[in-house]
């Protein structure tokens, strides 16, 4: 490429606020014709919503973007489209009770005699999986392919409707490595057809090896650049970390006890060929660290005894939980915020009363079979008043609630039953400052008493300040364990990413 | 509870209309009669209503009242079973019926509309090959036994009495209201109902609760299957019961309950079973609307009753929402 020809796709000073949050501040972007293009962050960095600005899902607020120096309105996929502009989803979008050649014409079916001509599609179906290499009857039923030919399909469907620029969002996240190596083969054969790739990963080792420039974002922001031969793990973990957290949030040293819960050679159903062992102490903090789709959820869940457990054991204060079941983990004092409120914390349509009452009811019943309406009520009193909740009346439903009153409604469920170990999933997340700093002082209010907190958590602020202990998660397995004088960014981010454990001490010391 | 107020206006003004327009209306006969099919059908809807509670949904209740309707006389007449038997027999067939259904739904994980639409095919079937096709009567016995649909108890000082079925009703409503609203299973439901992910999370057994559901579902269909049969003294295993579950379901729709889940009130539904016989007698007695039309007019009273019951929830939440926009400014 010269200097005097533009770049094929340019952002300049996208902004982009969701609801008084800036996402994306003054962004700016420039990818060549035929070039693979990284762009990479950490959670929350602002990607996704990059790669949705420029294929059209949603507008920005202000910034321009400009197509072979010219300035275009991408503000439909359809208009993207039009632009040669197409987003391969992280979750495919095929419908997997059809055959390949009706899902790469899904919407565009030729048509003879008012009749889908399925010759045709047959025909030009052929052409496109050529192009990605795959060597497949355009008849076979999608649903029995493997996920890695079915991304391969979702990239024949873009190539067929003239795609010159293809947006790649976790393309790697459910592909072994032998599909992984295969995506890289296609990836070379298009660049080489001169297709333009922007290619978003968290796996920093990919991007070594498949990247021509890398564009680093932090906090919405522009944090750097790197052309190919600056690409390596380390400069990229360098311009993806760096923030002051000092003003985040002080939190109290406390006592630490006696260990409370033991997970031992646990396989969840999610990562079957990776064991995890840790362990919590009473009255410490510990954050569960690592990008999204690590498995620190599913392995909560498995904690829980929401998911079953391939195998291994838990334990709460040294006795093994039997038979794995949700009422036995709470039965031992093991609570859980989930991450999705709305649907596994909380029964929108009850009123906050009902939902603090629900795990407890079987417990604090009477006679056998009747609910304590007054126990109920003065549980629920409780918790509105220690935890301020805000709502109108105690039968008020959920639904109408803040997120961080709710989220408190979802803390407020657990507090009731005094657990011995509380796991919370992304306990901040879609909470405003306020509600946050108040979920973080609960928090540390129960680490005082004793309770032993176990929390996952994408945004590194709260990890870093809150964690008196933290372990990292990448693809399923424990990558390592970081006290607090360990603690730092770039170190968990080098476990986050698979960097090994020895380059972490060094990097921590430096 | 505003709910059940607005079916209770409808079920007011179809009496007093029906009762200008017809004076055989407020008959003794007609009313102690429409007081017995409407306490019967109660019975039904209740049952109904725990399993839509639970977001689920009982096809097979009609099939299930031709199977108990036509096996409790042939177990007495031509297997000369003895009443204690014979009764404890259709206990143990409506609880094993509702049983199996919670199995299959929960456990086999099969979809309830599907488990009891076989329900509502393989009960028919089993019946009228248990009984060859034979109508099944008393043949003018057990009039005791009979009592139980038949009698009544007579008011002091008036003609009147309140037939059997009604008492039975009142006892099972008193049971109901007791169970959905005051103890832990029933508060279970309503959560399930709603959002079963979320009372998963919270510890709870929600499979053993869907099948307590269905069990009540099945009990009560049983029930009613007996009292049915002890009140007309004989079933013609080919129409026994026939539609039935419609009956029972639409009185639980139009009496408050969400096919979606999680809510309802038993006073809605009894009120809602009640409004659907209303509706039948006055079809039957005002000459003015042709016989032939019936299930055009039911079809369209609920259709009128689900469509104000939405518009009402829409003005709701317009209003709510009003209102937060005048408190922020």
């Known amino acids: 490429m010269t200097d005097s020809q533009p770049p094929l796709i340019e952002a300049r000073g996208l902004t982009k606020r969701f609801a008084g949050v800036t996402a994306l501040n003054q962004v700016s972007l420039a990818v060549d014709q035929g070039e693979v293009h990284a762009v990479i962050g950490e959670n929350g960095a602002g990607k996704s919503t990059l790669m949705k600005i420029l294929a059209g899902v949603q507008p920005q607020d202000e910034g321009a973007i400009l197509i072979n120096g010219e300035v275009v309105s991408l503000n439909s996929v ?68 493997t996920i890695g030919v079915q991304q391969m399909i979702e990239i024949a469907k873009a190539l067929s409707v003239n795609a010159r620029v293809l947006i790649m969002d976790e393309p790697t996240s459910s592909l072994s490595q032998l599909e992984t190596e295969e995506l890289f083969r296609v990836i070379e054969s298009l660049k080489s057809q001169g297709v333009t790739i922007i290619y978003i990963s968290h796996r920093l080792f990919e991007i070594e090896t498949i990247a021509d420039r890398v564009t680093v974002l932090r906090d919405g922001e522009n944090a750097g650049q790197l052309t190919r031969d600056q690409i390596s793990h380390e400069a990229m973990v360098e311009m993806m970390v760096g923030r002051d957290i000092s003003q985040f949030y002080a939190r109290e040293n406390h006592q630490i006890g006696e260990t409370v819960l033991s997970i031992d050679r646990l396989r969840t159903l999610a990562w079957p060929r990776h064991e995890v062992n840790l362990e919590v102490k009473a009255g410490e903090m510990v954050g569960l660290a690592g990008l999204v789709g690590a498995g620190r959820s599913e392995m909560l869940r498995t904690v829980f005894g929401i998911d079953a457990a391939v195998s291994g054991s838990i334990s709460v204060n040294g006795q093994k939980l039997k038979n794995h079941s949700c009422g036995e983990a709470i039965e031992m004092g093991i609570a859980m915020v989930p991450e999705d409120r709305k649907q596994e914390g909380l029964i929108l349509d009850m009123g906050t009363k009902d939902n603090i009452s629900l795990p407890g009811l079987s417990q604090n019943r009477v006679g056998g079979i009747f609910a304590n309406a007054r126990q109920e009520a003065s549980d629920s009193d409780l918790m509105i008043k220690e935890m301020r909740i805000k709502t109108p009346g105690d039968s008020q439903p959920v639904r109408y609630l803040s997120g961080g009153n709710q989220q408190k409604v979802v803390i407020g469920k657990w507090l009731s039953m005094n657990p011995t170990v509380l796991l919370l999933d992304e306990p901040t997340r879609g909470v405003d400052i306020g509600a946050k700093q108040e979920i973080y002082r609960l928090m540390e209010g129960l680490a005082e008493k004793g309770v032993g907190i176990l929390f996952a958590s994408s945004e590194m602020e709260e990890v870093l300040s809150m964690s008196d202990r933290v372990i990292v998660m990448h693809e399923g397995c424990v990558t390592g364990e970081l006290t607090r004088e360990e603690l730092s960014e770039e170190a968990i981010m080098h476990l986050a990413t698979g960097g090994a454990g020895t380059q972490v001490k060094t990097a921590a010391k430096g | 509870m505003k709910k059940a107020l607005g079916i209770l206006g409808l079920l007011i003004f179809i009496c007093v209309a029906t009762a200008i327009m017809s004076d055989r209306f407020l008959t003794e006969y007609n009313v102690e009669n429409l007081i017995r099919r409407s306490a019967l059908f109660g019975i039904l809807s209740i049952g109904a209503a725990f399993v839509i509670i639970t977001a689920g949904i009982d096809l097979s209740i009609g099939s299930v009242v031709c199977l108990v309707g036509c096996i409790l006389p042939w177990m007495l007449i031509e297997c000369e079973f003895s009443v204690p038997i014979a009764l404890l027999s259709i206990t143990g067939i409506s609880l094993g019926i509702g049983l199996t259904h919670g199995i299959l739904i929960t456990k086999v994980k099969l979809q309830p509309f599907v488990v009891t639409l076989c329900g509502l095919l393989f009960y028919r079937g089993l019946t009228r090959g248990i009984v060859q096709d034979q109508t099944q009567g008393f043949r003018g016995g057990f009039s005791e036994l009979r009592e139980l649909s038949q009698g009544q108890l007579s008011l002091p000082y008036t003609d009147f009495g309140i037939p059997n079925p009604c008492l039975i009703l009142i006892a099972v409503a008193i049971l109901a209201i007791i169970l959905l609203n005051y103890t832990v299973y029933g508060r279970y439901m309503l959560a399930l109902g709603r959002n079963e992910t979320a009372t998963r999370y919270s510890g709870i057994n929600t499979d053993k609760i869907t099948i307590l559901a269905y069990v009540i579902c099945g009990l009560l269909s049983g029930l009613g299957g007996m009292l049915f049969v002890l009140d007309v003294g004989s079933a013609q295993p080919v129409d026994f019961g026939n539609f039935y579950e419609l009956y029972a379901i639409a009185g639980a729709v139009l009496g408050g309950c969400s096919l979606r889940g999680g809510e309802g009130t038993i006073i809605g539904v009894i009120i809602g079973a009640a409004v659907m016989q209303v509706l039948k007698n006055t079809i039957t007695l005002v000459d003015a609307i042709p016989t032939n039309i019936e299930y055009a007019v039911i079809g369209a009273v609920i259709l009128g009753g689900v469509i104000t019951d939405e518009l009402v929830k829409r003005l709701a939440s317009r209003r709510r929402a009003n209102l937060q926009a005048k408190q922020t400014d």
């Open chain 1, 78 to 145: 359809e208009r993207a489209m039009g632009h040669g502009i197409a987003l391969i989803h992280q979750e495919l979008n095929l419908a997997d009770n059809l055959d390949v050649g009706s899902n790469i014409f899904l919407g565009r079916e030729p048509t003879r005699l008012g009749l889908i001509d399925s010759r045709q599609i047959e025909a030009e179906s052929e052409k496109f999986l050529e192009m990605v290499g795959l060597d497949i009857s355009p008849k076979t039923l999608v649903g029995t392919l």
